[in-house]
């Protein structure tokens, strides 16, 4: 028989929280296709886009504001965290409204798991998918384009591992948000793309007005998009970049903790004003 | 109520008006959307613009190889994406909606054309888009300065009209489409990205490949886009002038009567086979 507290039944339950969000994704290939396939699209409209308007120069003008010519590699590396960041918050922020449509959300808040567990159930089959999506849309990019460098994937990929638990936090956060304002899609959709315009997804962050910048410095990506260009382009090592490693770090203390707090909060509160029955 | 003096047109233009005003009232009836749609769409513009910025030439702010500046010849693409999404996710899911709302049936028993009932969200879509793209030109003159001019807007609104009877057809056809294929989401993007590299919208079609420049050509969105940047920025156009414009003409009117025949047809075969209501 299963036991129903202590370590063994959280491990059970976030086991079996981990397969079904696993069988959830596996059942729609198609949206998987698509997480892989957007972040060579963006970048080819951005290339597109840039040889159209720097003709045969553009590569040069890159250059001189990035300082690489390594383009491909510079914007995959952008639209790949994107695409994680996008599929975390489009999963934990938006799974808690989905069982609530679902009308199962009673069963899994009745159910002798824990909270926290939940949440980190919901992100443990989320590290495994953004992983398969990174490894193979940046692994697809640098074998093609920059083969000589296809190790600096690893570090590159641990990078993203440690950038990942902020995001959760940030996703536990937005799951707060939606129980309380509801409409999960429209906040998805700009929270996605105000990340991806603050965090230099397809440019450097200091082309930014200041003020934003101070916001795309609280933000876990900024860091991950910035230190993996600087691995993968310009040969720094994890140790050359303790400081932003640091930073990092923080944030992955910070963010849950705030982001949990904030979702227990506004759990209590919608279990006493009946919000989660609420449509 | 219909008499049967009342003409022909004037029933018609009943039933569009009735449908607009549907689609205005669903449209307002959920703020978060309209609010989102706001904040999202000029986000959008200015992610893809700053990254399109990189790569124009250094300090130069001047008319790029006859394509305006970056931002500008950026400005007429998103134009045509905001345009183009009619089709697909507004026109072409509009069916789809009516089915997930359980209201399809009813949509299809009503005494009136269904194709000016579709007109009637277009036409909602159209207004609401009318204004998202003011609103966008706007902000980009308040943020960075760049006033959007046209150098020949007597063109560019004839190229308008003919875009928007274009529109209409294809999303007529996609309309079609959501009664056929349930899995509309996923082929929805993957007609939306593939035109939006096929029909030069970002980038002009001369920049693709030999091969599916040719499949460009048989787009009429194709030269539509063509003219429009041609009439805006005074870009030279993919075929000599006497020749692009009653292309143009045609091809839209071809995709107009292509939109109604398809739908129809689709229609027709959906009731036979009892597959109108299947989601």
Do not use: C
């Not at chain 1, 190790?151 to 591992?161: E, S």
């Not at chain 2, 089709?87 to 709302?101: I, P």
């Not at chain 2, 429009?228 to 030279?236: P, V, W, Y």
């Amino acid at each position: 028989m299963k036991s129903t507290s202590g370590l063994r039944a959280d491990v059970q339950a976030l086991s079996a929280i981990f397969w079904k969000g696993l069988k959830h994704h596996l059942r729609y290939p198609g949206e998987f296709a698509i997480y892989l396939s957007l972040p060579f699209l963006f970048t080819f409209l951005i290339l597109g886009m840039g040889n159209a308007v720097g003709g045969s120069n553009a590569a040069s003008f890159f250059a001189a504001r990035t300082g690489t010519t390594n383009i491909v590699i510079y914007e995959i590396l952008g639209s790949a965290v994107w695409m994680v960041s996008w599929v975390v918050i489009e999963d934990v922020g938006t799974a808690i409204r989905d069982e609530q449509i679902k009308g199962t959300l009673e069963q899994n808040f009745l159910a002798p798991v824990r909270r926290f567990t939940l949440l980190v159930g919901l992100s443990l089959t989320d590290v495994v998918i953004t992983s398969v999506i990174f490894l193979i849309v940046v692994g697809v990019a640098v074998a093609v384009v920059l083969p000589s460098s296809f190790l600096t994937i690893i570090p590159a990929f641990l990078m993203l591992l440690i950038g990942l638990i902020p995001l959760f936090g940030i996703g536990f956060l937005f799951a707060g948000f939606v129980v309380r304002f509801k409409e999960p899609y429209i906040f998805t959709q700009i929270v996605n793309l105000i990340f991806a315009t603050l965090t230099g997804t397809y440019y450097p962050v200091a082309f930014l007005p200041y003020w934003v910048q101070l916001i795309s410095d609280a933000l876990p990506q900024t860091y991950v998009i910035a230190d993996m260009r600087r691995i993968m382009l310009a040969n720094q090592t994890l140790v050359n970049l303790y400081g932003s490693l640091f930073v990092l770090l923080s944030l992955a203390l910070a963010y849950p903790i705030i982001g949990y707090a904030v979702f227990r909060r506004v759990e209590r509160k919608a279990g006493v004003t009946g919000e989660f029955s609420k449509y | 109520m219909n008499s049967p003096n009342t003409s022909y047109t004037a029933r018609l233009f009943r039933e569009f008006k009735a449908s607009f005003v549907k689609d205005l009232r669903s449209y307002f009836r959920y703020p978060a959307w309209v609010v989102g749609e706001f904040i999202s769409t000029p986000l959008w513009f200015f992610f893809f613009a700053l990254g399109v910025t990189l790569f124009a030439p250094v300090a130069s702010t001047a008319n790029v190889r006859g394509l305006g500046t970056g931002i500008t010849y950026f400005f007429f693409g998103f134009l045509f994406i905001v345009l183009f999404s009619t089709s697909v996710w507004g026109v072409g899911q509009s069916v789809r909606n009516e089915q997930e709302s359980g209201t399809l049936e009813q949509f299809f028993l009503a005494p009136a054309n269904r194709a000016t009932l579709i007109l009637g969200r277009w036409a909602r879509i159209f207004l609401t888009d009318s204004i998202i793209i003011a609103y966008t030109t706007f902000l980009l003159y308040l943020l960075g300065g760049t006033a959007i001019s046209v150098l020949d807007p007597t063109l560019f609104l004839l190229a308008l009209g003919l875009y928007e009877i274009s529109l209409i057809g294809f999303g007529l056809f996609m309309a079609g489409l959501t009664i056929r294929i349930k899995s509309y989401n996923s082929v929805g993007n993957m007609i939306f990205f593939g035109f939006m590299i096929l029909t030069g919208a970002l980038f002009p079609v001369t920049s693709l490949p030999t091969p599916v420049r040719y499949f460009s050509m048989l787009i009429p969105f194709t030269y539509l886009n063509d003219i429009m940047r041609h009439a805006a920025l005074g870009t030279q156009m993919i075929l000599p002038e006497t020749l692009e414009y009653p292309v143009a003409v045609v091809a839209a009117v071809a995709m107009m009567i292509f939109g109604f025949v398809a739908f129809n047809r689709i229609e027709q075969d959906a009731r036979v086979k009892g597959s109108i209501a299947t989601s």
